[in-house]
Nanobody
Framework: QVQLVESGGGLVQSGGSLRLSCVASGRTFTSYAVGWFRQFPGMEREFVAGISWNGDSTNYADSVKGRFAISRDDAKGTVYLQMHSLKPEDTAVYYC??????????????????WGQGTQVTVSS
């Protein structure tokens, strides 16, 4: 069983930065892509960023390109989401998730099966 725990969320002013961490316990992220999603109140979760199983490729939602960066450290069983130039519209609960199948890099929520509990990011104007 895989358990994912996010941390690093909080309150930050517009233009500020945060780094989210996602730590895996049990079975690790090895050979699996990992994604970050976010959910606005009353909305479905949306894809934010994903990183391939070996870290060679990343992809981002258009709304965060150039501001967010996803990275992984498999030795630590951790995936990061570095967020810069935060905007009030980035306010959401952020979730990390592990891909359902090895060696794939899905974008859609259906491609992920293990999810963390989420961490709140609030950006004040």
């Amino acid at each position: 069983q895989v358990q994912l725990v996010e941390s690093g969320g909080g309150l930050v002013q517009s233009g500020g930065s945060l780094r989210l961490s996602c730590v895996a316990s049990g079975r690790t992220f090895t050979s699996y892509a990992v994604g970050w999603f976010r959910q606005f109140p009353g909305m479905e979760r949306e894809f934010v960023a994903g990183i391939s199983w070996n870290g060679d490729s990343t992809n981002y939602a258009d709304s965060v390109k150039g501001r967010f960066a996803i990275s992984r450290d498999d030795a630590k069983g951790t995936v990061y989401l570095q967020m810069h130039s935060l905007k009030p519209e980035d306010t959401a609960v952020y979730y990390c998730a592990r891909a359902r199948r090895i060696l794939t890099t899905p974008i859609g929520e259906a491609g992920y099966d293990y999810w963390g509990q989420g961490t709140q990011v609030t950006v004040s104007s």
